[in-house]
């Protein structure tokens, strides 16, 4: 059964730094785009990073650019997201997503079917 696990959620001040995990199991996040997703309370759930599978090309939402960095770890199986400079609007249940379709090559962060259960980042002022 793949499943994606996010972890390294806590609460940091602002200006601080967070790095999150998202951990695959039951397939290779190595061939897949990966994206990470937020939620802040009150609001729609946006896509804010993409790591694609063919190249390891990666995009980012204006909001976040300069600050957070995608990565992932093809040997541990795992996509991380490095946030610094964290502002209180940073505060959000982050998820990490894909999917297994291949139409185009961001299409894990395009239309990912396979969610975790994300994680809770407060940042307080």
């Known amino acids: 059964q793949p499943q994606l696990a996010e972890s390294g959620g806590d609460l940091v001040q602002s200006g601080g730094s967070l790095r999150l995990s998202c951990a695959a199991s039951?397939?290779?996040?190595?061939?897949?785009?990966v994206g990470w997703f937020r939620q802040a309370p009150g609001k729609e759930r946006e896509g804010i990073a993409c790591i694609i599978g063919s190249d390891g090309s990666t995009y980012y939402v204006d909001s976040v650019k300069g600050r957070f960095t995608i990565s992932r770890d093809n040997f541990q199986n795992t996509v991380s997201l490095q946030m610094s400079r964290l502002k209180p609007e940073d505060t959000a249940v982050y998820y990490c997503?894909?999917?297994?379709?291949?139409?185009?090559?961001?299409?894990?962060?395009?239309?990912?079917?396979?969610w975790g259960q994300g994680t809770l980042v407060t940042v307080s002022s």
């Open positions: 997503a894909t999917d297994f379709g291949h139409v185009t090559p961001a299409y894990g962060c395009e239309s990912p079917g396979l």
């Open positions: 039951g397939f290779s996040l190595a061939y897949h785009a």
